[in-house]
C-alpha cells in the first residue's frame, strides 16, 4: 500500500475502501482532478476563441488552434514516450527501495528532452510554421490568424517538454499532488491571461487566438519555474540535488532505449494518424473541422478517466514489480480499470443526452451545433472501450512492456482509423459522422490487442536493468 496514504483525504469513503483500491485513488484522484480541470480550462479557451464577435474569425481562430494541435502533439508525443520510459524506471527503483538511484535517472530525463527533443523541434515550428499549418491543410483565413499562434506555441513547447519530464518522474514514485497544484494554478492564471489578450481588455490590444498563445506559453513557463524550485527544496524522493557530477549510466541509458523507442514509435504511429485523420476532416471546409475541434476538445475530457487510471496502474505496477510483487502489480492493474471504466460510462451517457447543449457551450452557429452533435454521441459510444484500453496500457507500460501498445496503435490508428474514416467520409460522404465512426472501430481494435496481452501476464517477466 501506498505509505504517504493518509485516511483523512478520503473520509468517509476511506472505510468502505480496500487497500488496493486507496492505493489506487491515492495516485489517480489528483490526476484526474489535474486532467479534467485542464481540459475544462482548454474547453474555456475554445470557447473564448468560438466567441469572438467576427464569426468568421472565430472559425478560423479554433481551426488554426486544431490544426497547431496535431504536429504539436507530435513533437509532446516524443517527449512522452521518453518520459514513459523514465516513469516505468523510477516506479521500479522505488519499489525496489533503490532511491539513490533516482536523481541520475531524473538528470538523464531532462537533459536528453531538451537536447533531443524540445530545442530542435521547437525551432523547427517557429522557422516553418506557414508550411506546417499549409501541409495541414489549413486555408488561408486560418494561415492569417494562426501563423503567430504557431509560433508562440513552438516557444512555449520548451517549457512543456520539461515540464513533461518532471512530472512523469514524480508520477512514477506515486506523486501526483504536487504536479496538480502547481498545473491547476498556471492554468488558472492561463485562462485570465487568455481573457485579457484574446480580448484586449484593460485597454490592451486584442490579440485574438495570438493572445491565447502567448498566455499559454507564459504558463508553461511558470510551471517549470514552480517544478525547479519544488526539486530543488528536496522535499521529495524526486529531486535535484546536484551533490555528485553528472555521468551518463549505460544501464539507464539501455533502459530508455528499451522502453522508449516501442514507445516513441507508438506514439509517432498515433500521431501521424491522427494528423492523416485531422487532414481528412479538414477537406470538408473550415466550418467542418471547426466542429470536428470542438468534438476533439469534449473527447479531451473523455480522455481523462483512462488518462488519469492509466498513470496510476503504470506507478503500481512499476513499484509492484520493483517489489518482487507481480501479483500485487496485477491486482491494482485490475482495480484501476474497473474504478476508471464505471466513471467514463457516466461521461458517456452525458455526452449521449446533452450532446447538443455541451457544443452549444462553444458556438452559436446552427450547422456546427448539428454536426458537432451527431459526432458526439459516436464519442460517447467509444468510451467503455477507450478508457479499458488507456488503463490496461498504462499498466503494460509501467511494467515497461511497450512493444504491444505499439502494434495496437499502429494496427488501430494507421490501419483501421485513417484508411476507415476517408472511405466512409470520401465514398460514402457521411461527413463528420462517418470520419468519427473510424474513430469508434478503431478504439474497439485497439481495446481488443491490449486485453489480450494484458490477460496472457507475460508483462510480468520484463526485466530492467
Known amino acids: 500500500m501506498i505509505k504517504n496514504f493518509t485516511s483523512k483525504k478520503l473520509n468517509p469513503l476511506h472505510n468502505l475502501l480496500s487497500n488496493t483500491q486507496k492505493d489506487v485513488l491515492v495516485i489517480a484522484w489528483?490526476?484526474?482532478?489535474?486532467?479534467?480541470?485542464?481540459?475544462?480550462?482548454?474547453?474555456?479557451?475554445?470557447?473564448?476563441?468560438?466567441?469572438?464577435a467576427d464569426p468568421a474569425v472565430a472559425a478560423a481562430s479554433i481551426s488554426a488552434v486544431g490544426m497547431t494541435n496535431q504536429p504539436l502533439f507530435i513533437g509532446l508525443s516524443l517527449v512522452?514516450?521518453?518520459?514513459?520510459?523514465?516513469?516505468?524506471?523510477?516506479?521500479?527503483?522505488?519499489?525496489a527501495k533503490q532511491t539513490n538511484k533516482i536523481e541520475n535517472v531524473l538528470q538523464h530525463i531532462i537533459l536528453l528532452t531538451l537536447v533531443l527533443l524540445a530545442i530542435?523541434?521547437?525551432?523547427?515550428?517557429?522557422?516553418?510554421?506557414?508550411?506546417?499549418?499549409?501541409?495541414?491543410?489549413?486555408?488561408?483565413?486560418?494561415?492569417?490568424?494562426?501563423?503567430?499562434?504557431?509560433?508562440v506555441v513552438s516557444i512555449g513547447f520548451l517549457f512543456q517538454s520539461f515540464n513533461f519530464a518532471i512530472s512523469a518522474a514524480l508520477r512514477g514514485a506515486g506523486n501526483t499532488k504536487t504536479t496538480m497544484r502547481i498545473n491547476l494554478s498556471v492554468n488558472f492564471i492561463n485562462v485570465i491571461g487568455n481573457a485579457i489578450l484574446i480580448y484586449g481588455l484593460f485597454g490592451l490590444p486584442a490579440f485574438g487566438?495570438?493572445?491565447?498563445?502567448?498566455?499559454?506559453?507564459?504558463?508553461?513557463?511558470?510551471?517549470?519555474?514552480?517544478?525547479?524550485?519544488?526539486?530543488?527544496?528536496?522535499?521529495?524522493?524526486?529531486?535535484?540535488?546536484?551533490?555528485?557530477?553528472?555521468?551518463?549510466?549505460?544501464?539507464?541509458?539501455?533502459?530508455?532505449?528499451?522502453?522508449?523507442?516501442?514507445?516513441?514509435?507508438e506514439q509517432m504511429a498515433l500521431r501521424i494518424g491522427l494528423l492523416l485523420f485531422a487532414k481528412i476532416v479538414a477537406g470538408l471546409g473550415t466550418v467542418i473541422f471547426a466542429a470536428h475541434q470542438i468534438c476533439l476538445s469534449i473527447l479531451g475530457l473523455s480522455f481523462n478517466p483512462?488518462?488519469?487510471?492509466?498513470?496510476?496502474?503504470?506507478?503500481?505496477?512499476?513499484?509492484?514489480?520493483?517489489?518482487?510483487?507481480?501479483?500485487?502489480a496485477e491486482a491494482h492493474a485490475k482495480?484501476?480499470?474497473?474504478?476508471?471504466?464505471?466513471?467514463?460510462?457516466?461521461?458517456?451517457?452525458?455526452?449521449?443526452?446533452?450532446?447538443?447543449?455541451?457544443?452549444?457551450l462553444y458556438t452559436s452557429d446552427p450547422e456546427i451545433i448539428q454536426k458537432a452533435s451527431v459526432a458526439l454521441k459516436i464519442i460517447a459510444l467509444v468510451q467503455p472501450f477507450q478508457s479499458s484500453q488507456l488503463i490496461?496500457?498504462?499498466?503494460l507500460r509501467g511494467a515497461g512492456d511497450t512493444?504491444?501498445?505499439l502494434v495496437s496503435t499502429f494496427i488501430g490508428v494507421l490501419g483501421i482509423r485513417v484508411i476507415l474514416a476517408y472511405i466512409l467520409v470520401y465514398f460514402f460522404n457521411l461527413g463528420l459522422a462517418g470520419a468519427w465512426m473510424g474513430v469508434f472501430v478503431d478504439q474497439f481494435v485497439r481495446w481488443a490487442i491490449i486485453y489480450i496481452r494484458f490477460k496472457s501476464g507475460k508483462w510480468k517477466t520484463v526485466t530492467i536493468r
Not at 487566438?209 to 527544496?233: D, E, H, M, N, P
Open 120 to 151: 530542435p523541434l521547437s525551432a523547427f515550428g517557429f522557422f516553418f510554421a506557414d508550411s506546417i499549418l499549409s501541409f495541414m491543410g489549413a486555408q488561408a483565413d486560418t494561415l492569417t490568424v494562426g501563423r503567430s499562434y504557431f509560433r
Open 392 to 395: 490496461l496500457a498504462g499498466g
Open 306 to 328: 483512462g488518462q488519469a487510471f492509466g498513470i496510476a496502474t503504470s506507478s503500481l505496477v512499476g513499484q509492484g514489480l520493483g517489489a518482487k510483487d507481480p501479483e500485487r
Open 335 to 360: 482495480e484501476s480499470r474497473r474504478i476508471g471504466s464505471f466513471i467514463s460510462s457516466v461521461m458517456a451517457f452525458l455526452f449521449f443526452v446533452f450532446s447538443p447543449q455541451l457544443i452549444a
Open 209 to 265: 487566438v495570438t493572445g491565447a498563445g502567448i498566455s499559454t506559453a507564459f504558463s508553461q513557463f511558470l510551471a517549470s519555474i514552480l517544478l525547479t524550485l519544488y526539486l530543488l527544496q528536496g522535499k521529495s524522493i524526486i529531486q535535484l540535488t546536484f551533490k555528485e557530477r553528472f555521468k551518463f549510466d549505460k544501464d539507464i541509458l539501455y533502459n530508455l532505449i528499451k522502453i522508449g523507442v516501442p514507445a516513441s514509435l
Open 403 to 405: 512493444f504491444w501498445p
Open 30 to 52: 489528483p490526476v484526474l482532478v489535474e486532467l479534467l480541470l485542464g481540459s475544462l480550462f482548454g474547453m474555456i479557451d475554445m470557447i473564448m476563441l468560438g466567441r469572438i
Open 80 to 95: 512522452q514516450a521518453l518520459n514513459i520510459g523514465g516513469t516505468a524506471i523510477i516506479a521500479r527503483y522505488v519499489g
